[in-house]
């Protein structure tokens, strides 16, 4: 079966720095994606970043970039200036590649921005 | 607007009592999903559904049911014999188009006392 696992409860960091969420995962597939969710005191979870485990290139939105070392099966989040509107739950997933598959999901790292 | 709505926001039951939790979505999404997250956790699978009048037990299923009689709508039943209902619970649902990336609805916080 497949796991994530995410080992910082909480992170904290200063509005405009950078900081880095830390993911590792373990599975058998060869192909499958991992995502990165935020979730914001309302609850919606939201879609910050997406990365399909066939390329090598790390996967960037904005502000927010990933480093993948899938031989290491780590997967970490990196977010640039950040913002206030950044404090929120983070949750690193894992997805089979092959259809409809379900999200395995860490335990999350709460996120806290420092003005 | 498209996507994916949850009603009712906040649900109170008593124990003993079967509730269903309501998800409709109009993104023509073929597959629908239920998650369960309890503080401090991340979310867990409990059923899912590809197609119409289809789907499939997750993770923690036991407790629970499901139905999916139109491709819009999956309701999720929690009924008396799951031991710990309270919970918020997540509605999500994907598309081939999208390559299953799955959309999630705002969720419904039940609370079983």
């Known amino acids: 079966a497949q796991t994530v696992t995410q080992s910082q409860p909480e992170m904290s960091v200063q509005e405009a720095e950078t900081v880095t969420l830390s993911c590792t995962y373990d599975?058998?597939?060869?192909?499958?994606?991992l995502f990165w969710y935020k979730q914001p005191p309302s609850r919606q979870m939201i879609l910050v970043i997406r990365?399909?485990?066939?390329?090598?290139q790390n996967a960037t939105e904005n502000r927010f970039s990933v480093n993948f070392q899938k031989a290491a099966k780590s997967f970490s989040l990196k977010i640039s200036d950040s913002q206030l509107g950044d404090a929120a739950m983070y949750f690193c997933?894992?997805?089979?590649?092959?259809?409809?598959?379900?999200?395995?999901f860490g335990q999350g790292t709460r996120l806290t921005i420092n003005p | 607007d498209g996507g994916i709505t949850q009603s009712p926001k906040y649900l109170f039951r008593k124990e003993g009592q079967n509730v269903t939790l309501s998800c409709e979505q109009n993104?023509?999404?073929?597959?629908m999903y239920w998650y369960r997250q309890d503080p401090g956790q991340g979310l867990r699978l409990i059923y899912y559904?590809?197609?119409?009048?289809?789907?499939q037990k997750g993770d923690i299923a036991e407790g629970y049911s499901v139905s999916r009689e139109k491709k819009e709508s999956f309701p999720l039943t929690v009924t008396s014999a799951q031991k710990n209902p309270t919970a918020f619970y997540l509605c999500?649902?994907?598309?081939?188009?999208?390559?299953?990336?799955?959309?999630f609805g705002p969720g419904t916080r039940l609370t079983v006392t």
């Open positions: 559904s590809q197609i119409v009048n289809d789907f």
């Open positions: 999500a649902s994907s598309s081939l188009d999208r390559d299953y990336e799955q959309y």
């Open positions: 997933a894992y997805r089979r590649s092959q259809g409809a598959q379900k999200l395995v």
């Open positions: 599975t058998s597939e060869s192909d499958y994606y």
């Open positions: 990365q399909e485990a066939y390329k090598q």
């Open positions: 993104l023509n999404h073929d597959a």
